[in-house]
T-cell receptor, first 114, second 114 residues
Framework: AQSVAQPEDQVNVAEGNPLTVKCTYS??????LFWYVQYPNRGLQFLLK??????LVKGSYGFEAEFNKSQTSFHLKKPSALVSDSALYFC????????????FGSGTRLQVQP | DGGITQSPKYLFRKEGQNVTLSCEQN?????MYWYRQDPGQGLRLIYY???????QKGDIAEGYSVSREKKESFPLTVTSAQKNPTAFYLC?????????????FGPGTRLTVL
């Protein structure tokens, strides 16, 4: 079984400040982890993924995510937030033991204030 | 939204009617997926397909049906048996089901039952 938790429904941050969107996961085997972003009434856009290796993954638009195996977490981060980063963010997981679609978290709305 | 198209963008259905949502991809992907998105619940998997003429039920398949007669196409029918069909429907595709393949999403169809 595989599952994802995004504990915060909304994150508010001021423009220029660092941001963190939290994600924890549960899988049977080793995880493949993903972050996606969704703008209003649009599909999801892929930001980054973790497969193996370096725990810090860099992705699109200056985002990065840190994989922590002991805490089963994959938090999304950005050093300096932009107003245009305001959107809905989804974490997703798949384990490496089976053939299954991604399981998504419930989403976190990021609001960046000018 | 990559090479995945969904139509129509908005769809209105009367109670008791079946409706079909279209999803086409030109990415030469083997795997395709349908998700339903409701506010605060993230994405829930309806059906997925690894290859032509094969598909599997996801977490919320009741009241839905699919077909995969062509690699490029994966239409979803919302039947009258679906009790609460009003939602945003997202189609996705990936190179395959195994491994760390990210899924690419279409722009979505918003279905409203009148």
């Amino acid at each position: 079984a595989q599952s994802v938790a995004q504990p915060e429904d909304q994150v508010n941050v001021a423009e220029g400040n660092p941001l963190t969107v939290k994600c924890t996961y549960s899988v049977s085997g080793n995880p493949y982890l993903f972050w996606y972003v969704q703008y209003p009434n649009r599909g999801l856009q892929f930001l980054l993924k973790y497969i193996t290796g370096d725990n810090l993954v860099k992705g699109s638009y200056g985002f990065e995510a840190e994989f922590n195996k002991s805490q089963t977490s994959f938090h999304l981060k950005k050093p300096s937030a932009l107003v245009s980063d305001s959107a809905l963010y989804f974490c997703a997981v798949r384990d490496d033991t089976g053939r299954r679609a991604l399981t998504f978290g419930s989403g976190t709305r990021l609001q960046v204030q000018p | 939204d990559g090479g995945i198209t969904q139509s129509p963008k908005y769809l209105f259905r009367k109670e008791g009617q079946n409706v079909t949502l279209s999803c086409e991809q030109n990415l030469n992907h083997d795997a395709m997926y349908w998700y339903r998105q409701d506010p605060g619940q993230g994405l829930r998997l309806i059906y997925y397909s690894q290859i032509v003429n094969d598909f599997q039920k996801g977490d919320i398949a009741e009241g839905y049906s699919v077909s995969r007669e062509k690699k490029e196409s994966f239409p979803l029918t919302v039947t009258s048996a679906q009790k609460n069909p009003t939602a945003f429907y997202l189609c996705a595709s990936s190179m395959g089901l195994a491994g760390a393949q990210e899924q690419f999403f279409g722009p979505g169809t918003r279905l409203t039952v009148l």
